[in-house]
């Protein structure tokens, strides 16, 4: 790591158990005063949106209350209709990735600032990139937009709002976080500031996710967990992601799996694809994971991992193989196919130079 480049960006971020209530006063801080919202119908029944009301009073004009997963052009087209009829001056995502996402899609086409407020470990709240999924194509796709402009001003980690967060999305977005450290970690663009937060991250995960998954209203642990994702947001903001991420974008926008879920799917086999090229980098991870790391080649070290991580997530329950998150075996050479042209996938460290390489993790994965 002689020469590195990366772009820092300029946020505000306020962490603390109960900070929802401190939306209002920072909108105000911003002079924003005509904000739109958009969430997601489990904002309404959980009780966040009456918080969220209560904290913006008159600023919240306008909402978009029902976004869905992998945000869809047709949703982002709605709301950006709602977002100029009411001459909105900034807009909000508050929830998971995907509200994330919304808001930024809206916002960035406005040249509007974003304000992020997340409910799962995804980390789109610290990224200057947003996906939204093209549904006129056959098959849809996942198209990323990135540009300095998108990555969020403001962001607010409460992390009261998790406590209802299932175990089965802890679990999932919980491994999305891991995902993001251990790329940000073997990233071909990877920095001191990614390396630094990616390497605290996996420890502040690697405490607090099981025990999120196992007791979801421990403050304490939600509370840890969440620092964990903000470090891993963090890291992936500045880098560029490889192999995992690219492949799970295209099982998202292509194959409607949920995000999480091919996260930790792929992770475990994406680390092992790449395991000659990067184990070097995965060390600290292999000792968060209590993986012996001294006097040993790194490659054996890292099998020792992905092990490790194939235990965690069949401990957290969560879908092993490709065929039990609905993927048809039929699909897989056409999934490669569209995974092998995206630009994260060409990105990843170790060549891949031709669409039967992933073909064939997709088959072991499967
Ligand atoms: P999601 O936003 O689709 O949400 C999944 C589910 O979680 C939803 O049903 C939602 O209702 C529920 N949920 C969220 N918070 C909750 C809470 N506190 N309590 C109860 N239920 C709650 O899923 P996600 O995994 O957070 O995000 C995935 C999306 O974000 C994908 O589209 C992915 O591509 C994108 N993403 C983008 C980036 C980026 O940097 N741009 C990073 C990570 C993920």
Redesign the pocket.
């Known amino acids: 790591m002689d020469t590195f480049h990366y772009v820092s960006y300029a946020q505000e971020i306020i962490f603390a158990p109960g900070s929802l209530a401190q939306a209002g006063e920072a909108a105000e801080r911003f002079g924003w005063r005509k904000l739109m919202l958009c969430a997601?119908r489990?904002m309404q029944s959980?009780g966040i949106l009456d918080s969220i009301k209560s904290s913006l009073g008159e600023r919240l004009i306008a909402m978009f209350g029902r976004v869905q997963?992998?945000?869809q052009d047709v949703q982002v087209q709605e709301a950006l209709a709602i977002a100029k009829e009411k001459n909105i001056d900034a807009v909000i995502g508050l929830?998971?990735?995907?509200?994330i996402?919304m808001a930024k899609a809206v916002g960035f086409q406005l040249q509007l600032p974003i304000i992020a407020i997340p409910?799962?470990y995804?980390?789109?709240e610290m990224?200057p990139?947003?996906?939204v999924t093209h549904t006129d194509e056959n098959p849809p796709r996942?198209v990323t937009v990135s540009d300095p402009k998108i990555a969020p001003k403001l962001v607010i980690y409460d992390a009261e709002?998790?406590l209802?967060?299932?175990p089965a999305?802890t679990a999932s977005?919980g491994i999305?976080a891991l995902a993001h450290c251990i790329e940000a970690l073997y990233s071909k663009t990877r920095n001191p500031l990614s390396t630094a937060a990616a390497v605290t991250g996996v420890q502040h995960i690697i405490n607090a996710l099981f025990n999120c998954y196992q007791d979801g209203k421990s403050l304490e642990a939600r509370t840890e967990m969440l620092l964990g994702s903000h470090l891993a947001g963090l890291s992936?903001a500045s880098v560029s992601m490889g192999l995992h991420h690219g492949l799970c974008?295209v099982l998202?926008g292509t194959a409607n799996v949920?995000?999480?879920i091919a996260n930790s799917i792929i992770l475990p086999h994406a680390i092992r694809f790449n395991a000659d090229a990067t184990a070097p980098q995965l060390l600290p991870v292999a000792e968060a994971m209590g993986v012996p790391v001294k006097r040993i080649d790194p490659t054996v070290v890292v099998e020792a991992l992905v092990q490790k991580i194939f235990h965690l997530i069949s401990r957290m329950n969560l879908p092993q193989r490709l065929r039990d998150a609905g993927v048809a075996e039929s699909d897989l050479p056409r999934l490669a196919q569209i995974a092998f042209q995206n630009r994260t996938v060409q990105n990843n460290p170790k060549p891949i130079t031709e669409p039967a390489q992933i073909e064939s993790l997709l088959r072991v994965a499967w």
């Open positions: 997601n489990t959980n997963p992998h945000v929830g998971g990735g995907s509200s996402g409910t799962t995804a980390g789109s990224t990139v947003y996906g996942k709002l998790t209802d967060l299932s999305l977005t999305n992936l974008h998202g949920p995000h999480g």
